[in-house]
């Protein structure tokens, strides 16, 4: 239900800049992009087109949020978190972000504040969840965050041949939306794939 009309040029702008600075060299023309990342069919927008690039990507699939709450000590706080997924994986990362605790390292004369997880991967996590969900799924993303740490559940399912105890290992990458892993993959979202 979504069309080239519904793309949010500022999203575009955005990813042109993000994969610009990581030595790519995006088309110019905003169905061009499109056309290459293989996101628009015609002139409608598939639904990896809506989740990344529309104005308002709920408008479509309501259920593409991240659900976010922190419960530390007696300080709570939460979050819905919608538009398209750079910016849920940015905001979602943001939310951790203000509600970990930190230590303070000094080294020498220098003071500097460490947080109890590594910001890079929080965003990782996150990242891969967005990218890694069943969109079909009416259920969201939660991400929460308490006193024994984060947890993470996007609604899905290991594709095959993948199982539980084979993730301990070096498995293959076999994403269940490659084409929105790609493009998070050249806005530098997530690593490159099976690391």
């Known amino acids: 239900g979504a069309t080239l009309d519904d793309v949010d040029s500022q999203a575009i702008e955005r990813f042109r800049e993000r994969t610009s600075a990581r030595g790519d060299s995006p088309p110019a023309d905003s169905r061009d992009l499109l056309y290459k990342l293989h996101l628009v069919n015609g002139d409608d927008l598939t639904m990896g087109g809506a989740l990344l690039f529309a104005l308002d990507p709920q408008r479509v699939l309501p259920q593409a949020v991240i659900r976010a709450r922190a ?6 706080d939460s979050e819905e978190i919608g538009g398209n997924l750079f910016d849920q994986i940015l905001r979602a990362t ?3 972000s203000r ?9 020498g004369v220098l003071r500097q504040e460490v947080p109890e997880l590594p910001v890079a991967a929080v965003r990782e996590v996150v990242a891969n969840a967005v990218a890694h969900r069943d969109y079909r799924s009416t ?4 991400l929460r ?3 024994e740490g984060l947890s993470v559940w996007s609604p899905g399912h290991l594709p095959p041949p993948i199982t539980p105890a084979l993730l301990r290992q070096d498995h293959p990458s076999i994403p269940p939306n ?3 892993a790609r493009a998070l993959h050249r806005a530098g979202f997530i690593e490159e794939w099976g690391t």
């Open 178 to 180: 490659p084409y929105i």
């Open 94 to 96: 943001a939310f951790v």
């Open 145 to 147: 965050l308490n006193d």
């Open 71 to 76: 419960t530390r000590g007696v300080a709570e």
């Open 99 to 107: 509600n970990l605790r930190t230590r303070v390292i000094r080294d």
């Open 139 to 142: 259920a969201p993303i939660q």
